[in-house]
C-alpha cells in the first residue's frame, strides 16, 4: 500500500556489480552489489537488511537496543532514527547508506549523501505489505534471491500460517491508539499495528485509511466501543501509559467500555509494533492475535 503522493522504486537495470533503482524520493543512480560498509539509518531496516544476508558498520540510536539484530546492537550509532548525523555517516566511509522515505530529513540527507558521492538508498516499508518488497530488494543488492533465502520464506510462511489460523473466526472489533507525547490518535489499517490486525480479520473502528494517524478522543471511543484496545507508544512508555490512565481509563464511564469490562486493553512492546519488527514479523503476529483471539492457539 502506498503513501499519498507517493510511488514505490522500482529496479530498472541490473547486472553482476550493480544495480540501478528508480528510488521513492524522486532520486535514482547506481548502486553496489555485495556492499562493504552500509550504514543504516532507519532502524527498522536493520532487521531486514541482516535478514537479506547484509552487514553493517554504523546504525542509528534506539530506545530499545532489541530492536537491531544481536550482531548490530553494538554498532556505532549515527545519530537518532529520524535525524541523521551527514558527518558521522560521511566519517564511516561508507559504500551504501540505507535510509527510510517516509521522513522530509532523511529524504534530505540522501541528497547531500549523493551529492558526495555516497550511494544511498531511500525505501518505503510501513508495514507489513511493503516488507516482501524491501527484502526482496536487499536480497537483490546482496547477491541473492529472495526465493534463495531459506530463513526469509520460513519467517513469510510462518506469518501466512497465523493468519489462516483465524479464517471463519468471528472478527473483533479494535481500536488501535498511538500515544505520544502530544497526545493520542487512532491508527489507520496502513500503519504497521493496523496492517498486521487487518490480516489477522479484525476490524478497525477507524474506517478511513489516510491520514494514518487521527485526532481521537474519549468520547468517540465511548461512541466506537471496541471489543478491544490496542496501545502504541512512542517515547518514554512509563509516562505514557500513565497519562492514558489518567486522561481515559480513570474517568468514569471507563468501565462501561467492552474492552475495558474483558481486560481487553492492552500497551503493545515497542520492538515489535512501533518498529517495524522484520524478521521478528511472526512473533509480532503472533502476540497480536493472541490478544484479538483470546483462548485460541497459535
Request: hydrophobic letters at 40%; proline letters at 6%; charged letters at 25%.
Amino acid at each position: 500500500m502506498l503513501w499519498p503522493g507517493e510511488s514505490r522504486g522500482e529496479i530498472v537495470a541490473e547486472s553482476a556489480s550493480t544495480l540501478q533503482y528508480r528510488q521513492t524520493d524522486a532520486g535514482g543512480g547506481s548502486l553496489p552489489k555485495h556492499p562493504r560498509r552500509t550504514v543504516i539509518g532507519y532502524g527498522s531496516l536493520a532487521g531486514v537488511w541482516h535478514l537479506a544476508g547484509g552487514k553493517a558498520v554504523g546504525v542509528p540510536r534506539l530506545r530499545k537496543k532489541s530492536a537491531l539484530p544481536e550482531e548490530m546492537r553494538t554498532l556505532p550509532e549515527i545519530g537518532t532514527p529520524t535525524v541523521p548525523n551527514v558527518e558521522k555517516i560521511v566519517a564511516m566511509k561508507p559504500d551504501l547508506v540505507l535510509l527510510t522515505a517516509k521522513l522530509e530529513r532523511h529524504r534530505a540527507t540522501a541528497e547531500l549523501l549523493r551529492e558526495s558521492g555516497i550511494p544511498t538508498l531511500c525505501v518505503e516499508y510501513g508495514n507489513y505489505n511493503g516488507f516482501h518488497e524491501v527484502l526482496d530488494l536487499f536480497c537483490r543488492i546482496n547477491g541473492t534471491r529472495l526465493e534463495d533465502r531459506a530463513e526469509a520464506n520460513a519467517r513469510i510462511r510462518e506469518v501466512r500460517k497465523i493468519c489462516a489460523a483465524v479464517a471463519g473466526e468471528k472478527a473483533p472489533r479494535c481500536a488501535i491508539v498511538f500515544a505520544a507525547s502530544t497526545g493520542f490518535t487512532l491508527e489507520s489499517s496502513q500503519t504497521n499495528t493496523g496492517c498486521m490486525a487487518a490480516l489477522l480479520g479484525a476490524e478497525n473502528v477507524r474506517k478511513d485509511d489516510f491520514p494514518l494517524r487521527s485526532r481521537y478522543s474519549y468520547e468517540r471511543l465511548l461512541l466506537d466501543d471496541p471489543d478491544v484496545i490496542l496501545i502504541v507508544t512512542m517515547g518514554e512508555a512509563e509516562g505514557l501509559k500513565k497519562k492514558f490512565r489518567k486522561e481515559f481509563m480513570e474517568r468514569a464511564a471507563w468501565k462501561t467500555l467492552s474492552a475495558a469490562g474483558s481486560g481487553r486493553v492492552h500497551f503493545l512492546p515497542v520492538d515489535l509494533f512501533l518498529y517495524m519488527p522484520g524478521p521478528r514479523y511472526p512473533e509480532a503476529f503472533r502476540y497480536l492475535a493472541k490478544l484479538l483471539y483470546p483462548g485460541k492457539e497459535f
